[in-house]
């Protein structure tokens, strides 16, 4: 799988960073670099990322890729995902035609990823009507996929 557009890049969060009073740390840029790079469908989380930074030579600490993934997260430039592993998943927040949510089976941790557009239309008529700006909208619907009523039964 190839990577879609990427809105990021290193000068437009230095630029937001800076707005928000923080700065483009070495450390944010080679985690952005980190997701930009992700094959569509790929989510990360805080541990997986930290695996693979050590893997490419990267000596970053779990405690500031944390710190790092939940700024990144409230800008708006990841997506924080809750899916079966009780732990957060993220992923680069992509423009509208990369917009996607997810299928959660609870028995098989098994992660399916849809499109549609009507999600995001009632999403952002909602957010509207109280005056917000939709930065995400994501729908996750967990149940229990084939394989997994086949275990259960």
């Known amino acids: 799988?190839?990577?879609?557009?990427?809105?990021?890049?290193?000068?437009?969060?230095?630029?937001?960073?800076?707005?928000?009073?923080?700065?483009?740390?070495?450390?944010?840029e080679t985690i952005l670099n980190v997701f930009k790079d992700l094959p569509e469908g790929e989510h990360l989380s805080a541990e997986d990322l930290h695996h693979r930074?050590?893997?490419?030579?990267?000596?970053?600490?779990?405690?500031?890729?944390?710190?790092?993934?939940?700024?990144?997260?409230?800008?708006?430039?990841?997506?924080?995902?809750?899916?079966?592993?009780?732990?957060?998943?993220?992923?680069?927040?992509?423009?509208?035609?990369?917009?996607?949510?997810?299928?959660?089976?609870?028995?098989?941790?098994?992660v399916i990823e849809f499109k549609n557009d009507q999600i995001l239309t009632i999403s952002k008529k909602v957010a509207d009507k109280f005056g917000f700006k939709v930065l995400d909208c994501e729908l996750r619907i967990v149940g229990v996929s084939p394989e997994g009523q086949r275990s259960i039964f």
């Open 1 to 28: 799988m190839t990577t879609g557009h990427v809105p990021y890049s290193s000068e437009t969060l230095r630029a937001e960073l800076n707005a928000k009073g923080c700065r483009m740390t070495p450390q944010r």
């Open 53 to 110: 930074l050590r893997d490419l030579g990267e000596d970053i600490s779990l405690s500031t890729i944390y710190r790092t993934v939940r700024l990144l997260a409230r800008m708006g430039v990841l997506r924080e995902l809750e899916l079966a592993e009780d732990h957060k998943h993220y992923e680069l927040n992509q423009p509208r035609p990369h917009h996607h949510h997810h299928l959660v089976c609870v028995k098989t941790n098994r």
